[in-house]
């Protein structure tokens, strides 16, 4: 499952963009589902997260396993963002762009 900020407008318009692309279970970070992962509302504020019975991913970590889940390039490019150096340069992307998500809400 993919849990994501559903508060904020970027990381929702980013969420429909893979829920059109892909199929796997989302939560835009709703109380039971963060319940039932043992995910707090802090660590589901700061970034997004893929957890599922093998994994437990934040940050570009997750957005990787997202996007391999749309297959294609997008796959090509979700196992990348996890093999160095290209993860140093997914993993600073990440806190940038989550660090400054707010510039991008409408």
Request: with cysteine; charged share 25%; net charge positive.
């Amino acid at each position: 499952m993919l849990v994501y900020d559903g508060e904020c407008d970027f990381c929702c318009r980013c969420a429909a963009w893979l829920r059109k692309r892909a199929d796997f279970p989302m939560s835009s970070g709703v109380e039971e589902d963060l319940r039932n992962l043992a995910l707090s509302r802090v660590e589901a504020k700061r970034s997004v997260w893929w957890i599922d019975e093998s994994e437990r991913l934040a940050g570009h970590e997750a957005i990787g396993r997202a996007l391999q889940g749309v297959g294609g390039g997008w796959a090509l490019l979700g196992r990348a963002m996890t093999v160095a150096p290209v993860s140093w340069v997914a993993s600073w992307t990440y806190r940038r762009v989550a660090a400054n998500r707010h510039r991008f809400n409408k």
